[in-house]
């Protein structure tokens, strides 16, 4: 069987307040299910959620990093690639709903 954890353990592994733990959620962001009125989150989702995270901070940073390179090749200033980050995000918040 897997561990299910409330509210307030997964606070305390993510080290933030139990207010952020509920926006994360409610947003669709933080994997979770509710019993009645109250929130709770399996153990091995919330270890695939961090590895997927991380995983993700990490592609993202060295895409940053190649776009800035090439930028630099070919006057690409950062404003551009600010927009193209904020259009990626809007875009897949879009898909989310």
């Given at each position: 069987m897997q561990t299910v954890m409330t509210?307030?353990?997964v606070a305390r592994l993510?080290?933030?307040s139990?207010?952020?733990i509920y926006r994360e959620v409610e947003k669709g962001l933080l994997p979770g299910?509710?019993?009645?009125?109250?929130?709770r989150f399996r153990q091995?989702?919330?270890e695939n959620?961090?590895?997927?995270?991380?995983?993700?901070?990490?592609?993202f940073q060295s895409l940053l990093d190649e776009l800035q390179k090439e930028g630099a090749k070919k006057d690409i200033t950062?404003?551009?690639?600010s927009q193209e980050i904020t259009a990626v995000?809007?875009?897949k918040r879009r898909r989310k709903r």
């Open positions: 509210v307030e353990e993510l080290k933030v139990g207010a952020t299910f509710k019993i009645g009125r109250q929130w091995e989702e919330l959620f961090i590895q997927e995270r991380s995983s993700w901070r990490r592609k950062e404003k551009i690639v995000r809007g875009a």
